[in-house]
């Protein structure tokens, strides 16, 4: 059987983790790694705790992809009927078999938010995703010290943003939609406890949005919609991300997977999804999507088991079912989850010193969220998605 060519678009936790597990596999297969064009492959983990805060270089953020073919040159599209994609340069590839690993982008602020533009135009406004948009961020923090950095967002980049800015001697205010910043994505419970950890750090806003937002030649003023005016010299919008993907799923809703990461609109034609960019479907609930390092990596791998199984060079993986841990540092605590809490109908509280909290959906374990309870979120691992295995 002659050599098959394995397209991989996007060189970050999916795609990176895509090409190690093929290499491992010794399958004989050709690589070719497609990454944006422009732009070194980065880890996006170090965006904020190190470009931004000015203790990483943007080379030192990133990732190595050794012994694989890698064009920086963006894909526009995929023709998943010819098994082809195209290339800003104007080149087409084809591919036997092609993951789509492309991430995600940010959410930015709603343009019907007065002065939104402008703010962004003058530098003042700018979501904390990139590396381009870190060295924007550091270059502002090195300008004035403290400066007063105003966070529009509750999720976990926010809070660990807002604890690292604290912790390099800057002045932070929290604006958020929620009352409890990050309930919905991590469980009220564990939310309500950062709460607790960050109020007495800096001011909060809470259950309030931006209308209108004032830029003058040296600061900022955001307007939020109960009249408060808040200043700051820069503000930074984090309300998550949206999944990024070319031709033809350039809208905000990704990929549809099936179990095994196969894209569900292009059946047989051997097209993949992981990371940010895919939409996963858990038995008995609605679709979701997983931005964080470890599950994206962990969903390459699994991508690349299907496709090599797909092939007809290697066995199928089982079923792809979301356990991977994800943490982050804010105010000297450690917050550590494992799977997709979102997916959960019910908590329980299996410990409160150190919090532990299991999210049920039914009777099934499906994700762990804790503060200060890494060891044990780590124990309860194994017994994530039991039952789902036995019935599905
Ligand atoms: C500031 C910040 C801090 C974070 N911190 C953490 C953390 O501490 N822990 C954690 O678990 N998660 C963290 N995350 C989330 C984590 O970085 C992402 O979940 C993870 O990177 C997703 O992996 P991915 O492979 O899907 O996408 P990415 O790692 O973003 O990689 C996608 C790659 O595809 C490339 N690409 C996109 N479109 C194209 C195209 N058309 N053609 C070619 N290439 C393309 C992109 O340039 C990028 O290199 C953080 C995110 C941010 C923004």
């Known amino acids: 059987m002659s050599t098959r060519t394995v397209g991989i678009i996007g060189a970050g936790a999916a795609g990176t983790s895509a090409v190690k597990t093929l290499h491992t596999s010794e399958a004989d297969v050709e690589i070719d790694l497609l990454a944006r064009s422009g732009e070194r492959p980065y880890n996006r983990t170090l965006v904020n705790k190190g470009v931004a805060l000015g203790l990483l270089e ?85 300008g004035t010290h403290p400066t007063r950095v105003l966070i529009l967002g509750g999720g976990l980049v926010a809070s660990e943003t807002a604890s690292l800015l604290i912790e390099a001697g800057h002045d932070v205010a929290l604006i958020a939609r929620s009352l409890v910043p990050g309930a919905t994505a991590i469980g009220e419970h564990v939310a309500r406890r950062l709460l607790d950890l960050s109020q007495p750090q800096h001011a909060t806003y809470l259950g309030r949005q931006p209308r209108a937002i004032r830029t003058h030649a040296d600061r900022i003023t955001i307007i939020l919609d109960d009249g408060t005016h808040v200043e700051g010299d820069l503000a930074i919008v984090a309300h998550g991300t949206l999944a990024a993907a070319p031709a033809p799923w350039t809208g905000p809703e990704g990929i549809p997977v099936d179990g095994h990461l196969r894209a569900l609109h292009a059946p ?38 299907t496709l090599l199984h797909d092939l007809a060079l290697a066995d199928e993986p089982c079923r792809y079912l979301p356990a991977s841990r994800f943490s982050a540092r804010i ?62």
């Not at 999804?273 to 609605?286: E, M, R, T």
């Open 58 to 142: 943007p080379d030192q953020a990133a990732l190595s992809v050794t012994d694989t073919r890698t064009s920086t040159d963006t894909v526009r599209s995929v023709n998943p009927q010819t098994r082809e994609v195209h290339l800003a340069s104007g080149k087409t590839r084809a591919y036997d078999a092609l993951v789509i690993a492309t991430g995600s982008r940010p959410r930015t602020l709603d343009e019907t938010i007065i002065g939104r533009d402008q703010a962004v135009s003058a530098g003042q406004l700018t979501t904390l995703h990139s590396i381009a948009d870190a060295v924007r961020v550091r270059n502002l923090l090195a």
């Open 268 to 305: 047989r034609q051997r097209i993949y999804a992981a990371g940010g960019v895919a939409v996963h479907h858990y038995p008995g609930h609605s679709s979701y999507r997983i931005d964080h390092w470890e599950d994206s990596s962990a969903q390459g791998n699994h991508a690349a088991r």
């Open 331 to 392: 105010h000297g605590h450690t917050f550590t989850g494992a799977g997709h809490p979102a997916l959960g109908s019910t908590t329980r509280v299996v410990s409160t010193d150190p919090l532990l909290i299991v999210h049920h959906l039914g009777d099934i374990p499906v994700a762990l969220t804790g503060i200060d309870s890494t060891r044990l979120v780590q124990d309860w691992i194994p017994h994530l998605h039991q039952q789902a295995i036995l019935r599905y």
